[in-house]
């Protein structure tokens, strides 16, 4: 098991005395020294820090990696957490830990139903999680704000204008948070209602309000009902997952992985709480298949997996992920966790304000670890191509608020508001990072660019 992450003589200071610490961590890193940042005389080519990271994963898939990054600088910074987490280790750090998502760029926050069914926006990745300095997460999403803004052809003013939007929401919203008590802060979430009403400022209040009811209305959508007639066809009155290789391969009969099923249940079951041991053990195995995931993802082991409850019309898909070292591993303490998949599954239940009820984990024969959820659970993030200027700067203060709860549950809040301050220097120079950062994404873009069409790495344009 961990430890916490925040310190347990910190957490008995008194709230003077942590506001006095937090305030004291401006003569290590001023708030300024966070616009710096260049790239090191011996930093690493960034396409073989790419394969290196890829060196377990099934070769076979990739090509659809390198072929989804090559895509845009913004795919190319969803699918390069490694990249950015060894250029983040030279940057100025306050010494001060949260909980870490490790990989928060901008789609790595979204809508998703809580087990009560209230529609909840917060971060929604944490395959990278670990305990670590939170200015890191707050770079990440920042420097992903002004790629993306920059692939959407916005001007540079409008791009540094969301990425310091997303840095002054932090700080804003960790204030607050340092002011309020433990459990205040612990039942605190951002909900549908919480949304419209930050999104209620819009100019073009219609349009955006528009935007929002139809993605509300796509993610209550996507459920285990909506996969079943996408990814599934009866075939002699039984039900099974469709073959749509190489994005989705069925598992055949008589395949040793879908003969292990059964015990693999029985294995991450014994992960879940009782009640929700004795609900999953209502539902029966019909079928799995192996399924590519995202970018950063793709070539990690992935599978879906169709159960079936009352009757055919009553479906669960659970999703089962591999859960490797996290890109951070290298460059925080240790990892205290023996299982990956149970790091993966503890940190999202220490970050989200509300967690899948199936989250649990298990260890695979070759000593492989996979952590377990639900495939889709009302779950939807931004079409960011589709944003408007003042829409992304929108969504960032969204994505500010939701980074700044999730680590106030994880870290000590008041000592991150004490040295955040109530000025704007912070967000000042995140911005100023975030432009500075997303150059080099640009240029570690085109070198990836380079590679596949030299065949240095392959990448299948085509898939």
């Not at 490694?82 to 949260?98: E, F, N, S, W, Y």
């Not at 420097?143 to 840095?167: K, L, P, T």
């Not at 419209?196 to 528009?210: E, F, N, V």
Request: charged share 30%; glycine share 8%; proline share 4%.
């Amino acid at each position: 098991a961990s430890g916490p992450t925040t310190d347990p003589a910190a957490a008995a200071s008194s709230h003077g005395q942590r506001n006095e610490r937090g305030r004291a961590a401006r003569r290590v890193a001023s708030r300024g020294s966070h616009a710096e940042w260049a790239p090191a005389p011996d930093r690493p080519d960034p396409v073989d820090l790419l394969e290196a990271h890829a060196k377990n994963r099934l070769p076979d898939l990739l090509p659809i990696r390198y072929a989804r990054m090559i895509a845009s600088p913004f795919a190319f910074i969803r699918g390069s957490a490694i990249v950015m987490a060894h250029d983040l280790v030279r940057t100025p750090k306050t010494g001060i830990q949260a909980q870490l998502c490790g990989d928060a760029h901008l789609l790595n926050f979204g809508a998703y139903a809580s087990p009560e069914r209230t529609m909840l926006f917060d971060v929604n990745d944490f395959d990278e999680t670990l305990p670590g300095p939170w200015e890191w997460d707050v770079k990440r999403l920042a420097a992903s704000i002004v790629v993306a803004g920059r692939d959407n052809g916005f001007d540079a003013a409008d791009c540094r204008e969301a990425a310091q939007a997303s840095a002054a929401s932090y700080r804003q919203r960790m204030a607050e948070f340092s002011d309020m008590g433990e459990l205040e802060v612990w039942y605190s979430r951002v909900s549908e209602e919480e949304i419209r009403a930050l999104l209620s400022d819009a100019k073009s209040k219609k349009k955006t309000t528009r935007k929002i009811n139809k993605a509300v209305r796509k993610a209550r959508g996507r459920d285990s009902l909506q996969a079943l007639s996408k990814l599934t066809r009866v075939v002699d009155g039984r039900r099974m997952i469709n073959d749509d290789p190489p994005v989705l391969v069925r598992i055949p009969e008589g395949d040793e992985l879908r003969v292990q099923v059964n015990a693999i249940l029985e294995s991450y079951k014994r992960t879940l709480q009782d009640d929700r041991r004795h609900l999953l053990d209502r539902y029966r195995f019909v079928d799995a298949a192996r399924k590519v995931v995202g970018i950063g993802s793709v070539g990690t082991r992935a599978y879906v997996v169709l159960l079936e409850g009352r009757d055919q019309d009553d479906p669960l898909f659970l999703q089962v992920k591999e859960a490797g070292a996290s890109v951070l591993e290298s460059y925080v303490k240790s990892n205290t966790y023996e299982h990956h998949g149970h790091r993966v599954v503890a940190g999202q239940r220490l970050m989200q304000a509300a967690s899948d009820i199936f989250l649990g984990w298990f260890r695979g024969r070759e000593g492989r670890d996979f952590y377990w959820r639900q495939l889709r659970d009302m779950k939807g993030s931004a079409k960011v191509e589709s944003l408007s200027p003042e829409e992304l700067a929108l969504y960032a203060r969204l994505c500010g608020w939701a980074l700044a709860r999730a680590h106030a549950r994880s870290g000590d809040r008041v000592q991150i508001a004490a040295y955040l301050g109530k000025s704007e220097r912070f967000d000042g120079a995140v911005a100023n990072f975030a432009e500075i950062y997303a150059d080099q994404v640009e240029r570690d873009h085109a070198a990836l660019c380079a590679a596949v069409k030299s065949g240095r790495v392959p990448g299948d344009a085509g898939v």
